[in-house]
């Protein structure tokens, strides 16, 4: 059996996720209309069953026509491209032991014909660090580790984690709360608002990409939509100076976003954040928060430095997968764009090359 269904069949969707252990929030149609909402892509849920198990891969669907740089747009109305939703998703898979290899060539195959059935030109895949689904796919999917994440193994409980800590984190934690901060739990509208300030102003510290500023929109709809997540609220003289946006669904916990006031950076405000969102979820039953990682894997890299100081050995590995559907279409598309922008500075690793900017 292979089946694809999009929002409009959200019942047939969800019911085929029942059949899944340890399915996040990123396959879930609520997450995935977040997406659509933002201007990502159409969501649709690919599923296929033999004797050997299930498949369940989400994907948003792309036009290419839409591209900024195209010319005779009228040409490419049939043309598509798909993306995993922004964070960590890939196939969910649950079959019999030692049917995992061809369970998943029995997918890739269906799902092969469908891309070239409905002129898909690419794909691109960003697999989950901790339900490692990069494994076991056939070699016509192209599968190449991307860097390291972090994850902080809530189930050792708040002593074990605090030990395994680097004594900087645990410093800088101890020095926030001498500070006096202090740090609520909530999912308002208001400090939704808050948070989105915050976030804005740690994206213009970093020179942050306009990809990366989501509107305010986004924010809204993550209560609109029902999608489950929580608001990690760090507090000094009676405001939020630092906030970080945590996506919630059994086993897993994501540090999806998060915000600060560069004023009070030397409260160590985010340390404390991270560290209460850690006991908050051991309280509540989580088994994982995944941190994310940094632009790369190396320690120079102070993002992944300091989420790495957080959980030391707690190091997953974060895989992509590349595979193009119509070789000749492709060329031409990245041939045109190479023409549109010459002399630009290209990231020959970006996939597909014809989307970068």
């Known amino acids: 059996m292979f ?22 929030i990123y ?8 997406n659509l909402e933002n201007g990502e892509g159409i969501p649709f849920a690919a599923y296929y069953e033999d004797a050997h198990g299930q498949v369940l891969y989400v994907y948003l669907e792309r036009n290419i026509a839409d591209l900024s740089w ?3 747009r009228d040409q490419w109305t049939k043309y598509r491209d798909i993306v995993t939703p922004y964070g960590y998703v890939g196939p969910l898979v649950s079959c019999k032991e030692g049917n995992r290899k061809q369970l998943l060539a029995g997918f890739r195959d269906q799902f092969d014909k469908l891309c070239q059935e409905q002129k898909i030109v690419s794909e691109f895949i960003r697999f989950h660090p901790l339900l490692k689904n990069h494994l076991d796919l056939p070699s016509s999917l192209e599968v190449e580790f991307n860097r390291f994440t972090v994850t902080v193994d809530l189930s050792q409980g708040e002593n074990k984690i605090w030990e395994n800590m ?16 202090t740090v609520t739990f909530s999912k308002t509208e208001e400090d939704l608002r ?9 994206m213009d510290k970093v020179n942050a990409d306009k990809y990366y500023y989501f509107p305010t929109s986004y924010f809204k709809n993550l209560l609109d939509f029902g999608v489950d997540f929580v608001l990690a609220n760090a ?15 059994r086993p897993f916990m994501h540090r999806h976003l998060a915000g600060s006031d560069s004023d009070y950076l030397h409260f160590a405000a985010n340390n404390l954040v991270d560290f209460e969102t850690i006991k908050y ?9 995944h941190i994310g990682g940094g632009n790369s894997s190396n320690d120079k890299d102070s993002l992944f430095r300091y989420k790495k100081n957080m959980a030391p050995d707690g190091l997953k590995e974060f895989w992509v997968g590349k595979k193009i559907h119509i070789d000749e ?4 598309l990245s041939s045109q764009w190479q023409e549109s922008v010459p002399g630009s500075k290209v990231d020959m690793d970006f996939f597909p090359i014809y989307r970068w900017s």
């Open 3 to 24: 089946c694809v269904v999009g929002l409009e069949e959200e019942g047939k969707w969800l019911d085929w996720l029942d059949g899944f252990e340890n399915k996040d």
């Open 27 to 34: 396959y879930y149609p609520n997450y995935c209309r977040l």
């Open 70 to 72: 195209l010319k005779a």
């Open 166 to 181: 680097h004594s900087a984190f645990r410093n800088r934690t101890r020095k926030a709360l001498k500070k006096g901060v």
């Open 194 to 202: 808050e948070f989105q300030r915050l976030y804005y102003l740690t």
């Open 235 to 249: 507090w000094y003289g009676g405001k939020i100076i630092a906030s970080g946006l945590i996506l919630c669904c």
């Open 281 to 289: 979820g051991a309280e509540k039953g989580y088994k994982y928060l």
């Open 329 to 332: 279409v492709y060329k031409h």
